[in-house]
Structures are given as structure tokens and as C-alpha cells.
């Protein structure tokens, strides 16, 4: 069916108000109804009216006001977020071509975006390749090699490093490197080097033993100053002496354990204002893993159990594919049916799993100095806070959840789902990889760094801004819903 014009609406609306005036006019000049009579007509008049001018005013938001409010949403995500943006609107709308222009729109700012992005490759070309050289060298070191600001975070690791101390843990970037460690001796150390260069000028290597943390062995650690060319110093550089396994029988360096490089540096937080309290921080400068649940139900009160979690890591607008975490969890009871015809995990496939106290401190190992992210979080957050009793760790991080934050970008979209956000992102989620957790949490994060680009464009910027952001749009659900 044709819709009206809002020009048609208009024309008809006065021509009805126009014959509703004479028809008045005439009453009260020639008409012969009693007072009682007249009262009850001109009540009639208004109730028709009232009814007409409500019916007009809801045409005209569903028809043209939302569909603007929808329009103006997604013009920002393709100006700001993504360039691929498909505009979706609803099927009967008073906007004529204006849609197909913004397509136009987008379709050339693409192109525009594609010719910027070609001359950027073509100017950073040759620090690329320096990268690559860097990468390459630090990959075939056989001494494990750390690099940390001032305040221990570690800004960049080789493979020896990882291995190395892959025992402990998973080495990862921003995390504190004394938190692989019993003592406290690389903050005395840093500390003592620092006193030497700044009272004395002297720069030195010094040599001290460490206990790994959570293993018997110890280590020989060395380290020294990273000192600018302004000469002011930025962190330091931590040595690990090369392992045993790294070497074959007759003393060559062994390649066939090492994987491909992942990646192992980030320079800027070099330059990042450290002492600013985490929610007044840039979420430009935080860390972030992304995770997902798979359960056995959905009441995590009434005894049902994690039997995956995944996260994978955001750093600097970036998801490092190679520092992923991905555990199976063996629940301790059979695996409902109803369950497994949702994620696919059977009782053989967490047979031989860890349990959930053992997988949930290797995850908050993990999850160290970032902010938590997942969709609908109250739902995996729920999992992870009954477990900390158990599990001796406490979830006490940051939470962002990217079911609000769609909100908070989009509120004139009514789909909020994984799959209708991941669709208006342009985002396609690969097949099979929905509703296991790693594709989940995968899918997630692509979302999130769409989310992190536009954000800034709604007056969010730092981690504050977008938690309380996400709580008024969490109050204001809670009070639609009690209506």
C-alpha cells in the first residue's frame, strides 16, 4: 500500500478543520439543538480531533521523525566508525532518496578513505620494513628479552621471553612484569638505577636472582636503563638468560617449538599518562579483553556451570589475534541436551578440561590491568563473581558491555542482538562461529573497536564517560520495563 505524502496529510487535515469551523459557525447560528444538545456535538468534535491529531502525530514520528533519528545514528557510525556501514531503515518511511544519497555518500567516502589509506602504506613503507627487522631479531634471540615503563608494564617481549615463562603464565602486553615474580626486587632494582643515573650520570647493568612465581625454579635476570636521546628515562629493559629447551642436542638454536611472531610491542604506552586514575583515562590508551561464556544453563543461582571461556585482547585499537585465551571447562556433572544443541560441547569434548577454579585464575591471569568486555556482561559476570570465593580471585575489573553501549549509539534501533549489531556494523561473523565462545568473544571485539570510533563522537571518551553512559541507559531500561 502507498503511503500518504505528509504534504497530502496536511491538505486533508486543513480541509477537515476547515469544514469542522463552518459546521460550527452553523450551529450556533441556525442550528435548533438544545444547549444540552449543542454541548454534546462540539464534545464529539473534540474527542474526533484529539483522536486525529494523535493519529496524525504518530504517523508523522514512526513515518519520519524516527526514521531521521535512525538515519542521523548511522550517518555518524559511517563517518566516524565504518565506512561499509549498511543502512538499514524501516520498509515505509517519508525520506524519498535521502537514504540512497547517504549510500552515495558512503560509497565515496570508501574511496576517499581507500586512497588515504594507500598513501599512508606508501609513507610508512620503510618503518614497516625497520619494524619487520626489529621483530625478526628480537624472534631469533635465544635470551628472552622485556621491555617495561617506568611503572613495570610491559611494553614489548620476544618469543624467548614467552616461553620462558610460559609456566608461570601467559606473557602479555600491559601487564605488570612483577606479577610473575615472588619479590619486589625489579622495583628496588629500577629504583636503585634510577638513583645511580639521576644523582651520578652513571648508566649500569646490574645482574640479580628472582624466584619465578607459582614454580620452584629461579631465574637470573638482568637489567638496564632505557634512556631517550633528551636523556630522560622511559623503562627498561629486563634479560632472561636462554632456556634449555630452546636448544637442540648439539647446541643450535632450536626453531621447531617456536610459532609464528605474534604482537609483542607497543612503544606508545611509553608515552601514556600513567598516574591518571583508570576511569579519567582515554579508552584509547586501555587495555581490553573481550570474553564470552558458553554454560551448561542459564542460572548461574540454581547451580548451572561455565564449560568455555574465551577472551581475546584489544591494545591500542588493535586485537592481537595470536594473544587469545580459550579454555574448555569440565562442569563436574553431564551437559544438559538443551544445552549442547545450543554450543556444541559434549561430556567427551570437557572429559579431560580442567575445573572451573583452575580455569578462572589462568583466566584472571589473563584478564590482568584491563577492562572487561562482553555482551549482555551481566550474564558472564554473573558466572565469574559466584566462583570468586572458590577460586580465591576477585573480578573486580572494569565492565563495559556492548549490549548498552549499543544503546547508548543507536538508540532508535529497536535489535540490539549480537547478530543485528554485528549486521549494521557490516560485520559478518563467520559460519560456525556463533555460539561458541572464542567466535563469540571474536565477533564481539570487532564490534567493541566500531564502538571505540564512533563513541568519542557522543561525547565519551574515557573509560567514565562510557560506564556511565552504559548505567542511564541501564536505569532507563529498567524503567521502561516496569511500565
Not at 504518530?58 to 561499509?84: G, N, S
Not at 602479555?172 to 632494582?189: A, E, G, P, T, V
Not at 630522560?232 to 634449555?244: A, E, I, K, R
Request: aromatic residues 8%; charged residues 25%; proline residues 4%.
Amino acid at each position: 500500500m502507498k503511503i500518504p505524502r505528509p504534504q497530502f496529510i496536511a491538505a486533508l487535515a486543513t480541509v477537515f478543520l476547515i469544514v469542522l469551523f463552518v459546521f460550527n459557525i452553523w450551529l450556533l447560528l441556525d442550528s435548533r439543538l438544545p444547549p444540552s444538545g449543542l454541548a454534546l456535538v462540539m464534545l464529539t468534535e473534540l474527542l474526533v480531533l484529539v483522536s486525529l491529531v494523535w493519529v496524525l502525530c504518530t504517523l508523522i514520528h514512526v513515518r519520519l521523525f524516527r526514521p531521521l533519528h535512525m538515519l542521523e545514528d548511522q550517518f555518524k557510525l559511517l563517518t566516524h566508525a565504518d565506512a561499509h556501514h549498511r543502512f538499514t531503515l524501516p520498509d515505509q518511511h517519508y525520506l524519498g532518496s535521502l537514504p540512497d544519497t547517504a549510500r552515495a555518500f558512503g560509497q565515496e567516502l570508501t574511496r576517499e578513505r581507500h586512497q588515504t589509506a594507500r598513501a599512508i602504506d606508501s609513507a610508512t613503507a620503510r618503518i614497516d620494513q625497520r619494524r619487520t627487522r626489529l621483530e625478526a631479531i628480537l624472534h631469533d634471540l635465544t635470551e628472552g628479552v622485556i621491555v617495561c615503563s617506568p611503572d613495570h608494564q610491559i611494553v614489548l617481549f620476544n618469543q624467548s621471553a614467552s616461553m620462558l615463562l610460559k609456566d608461570v603464565t601467559i606473557l602479555s602486553l600491559h601487564r605488570n612484569i612483577q606479577s610473575f615474580f615472588k619479590s619486589s626486587l625489579i622495583d628496588q632494582k629500577f629504583h636503585h638505577l634510577m638513583g645511580l643515573y639521576e644523582s651520578e650520570s652513571k648508566r649500569e647493568i646490574i645482574e640479580f636472582d628472582d624466584s619465578l612465581r607459582g614454580v620452584s625454579r629461579g631465574v637470573r635476570l638482568r637489567m638496564n636503563l632505557i634512556v631517550e636521546p633528551d636523556g630522560s628515562c622511559s623503562g627498561y629493559v629486563l634479560t632472561l638468560p636462554g632456556h634449555d629447551r630452546l636448544n637442540d642436542q648439539h647446541g643450535r638454536y632450536d626453531q621447531s617449538i617456536m610459532t609464528d611472531r605474534p604482537e609483542f610491542y607497543d612503544f606508545s604506552l611509553f608515552d601514556r599518562d600513567t598516574s591518571l586514575a583508570q576511569s579519567d583515562r582515554p579508552l584509547s590508551d586501555l587495555t581490553f579483553v573481550v570474553f564470552d561464556t558458553e554454560t551448561t544453563g542459564l542460572r548461574p543461582s540454581k547451580g548451572d556451570e561455565i564449560v568455555q571461556i574465551s577472551g581475546v585482547r584489544i591494545v591500542d585499537n588493535t586485537i592481537l589475534e595470536s594473544d587469545e585465551f580459550d579454555r574448555l571447562v569440565n562442569p563436574g556433572f553431564p551437559i544438559p541436551q538443551s544445552s549442547i544443541r545450543f554450543h556444541g560441547i559434549t561430556d567427551d569434548m570437557v572429559e579431560n578440561a580442567d575445573g572451573i577454579v583452575e580455569v578462572l585464575k589462568q583466566f584472571h591471569a589473563f584478564a590482568e590491568g584491563s577492562v572487561l568486555v562482553a555482551h549482555n556482561a551481566a550474564f558472564d559476570m554473573k558466572f565469574l563473581k559466584l566462583k570468586e570465593e572458590k577460586t580465591g580471585v576477585s573480578f573486580d575489573h572494569p565492565v563495559l558491555d556492548t549490549l548498552l553501549l549499543s544503546f547508548v549509539l543507536q538508540p532508535n534501533h529497536s535489535a540490539h542482538t549480537l547478530d543485528a549489531i554485528a549486521a549494521r556494523f557490516g560485520i559478518e561473523i563467520p559460519t560456525g562461529a556463533r555460539h561458541t565462545a572464542l567466535g563469540d568473544a571474536r565477533s564481539t571485539a570487532e564490534i567493541f573497536l566500531r564502538m571505540l570510533d564512533a563513541l568519542p563522537h557522543h561525547d565519551i571518551k574515557t573509560l567514565g564517560e562510557a560506564i556511565q553512559a552504559s548505567n542511564q541507559v541501564f536505569e532507563i531500561r529498567k524503567l521502561q520495563e516496569s511500565f
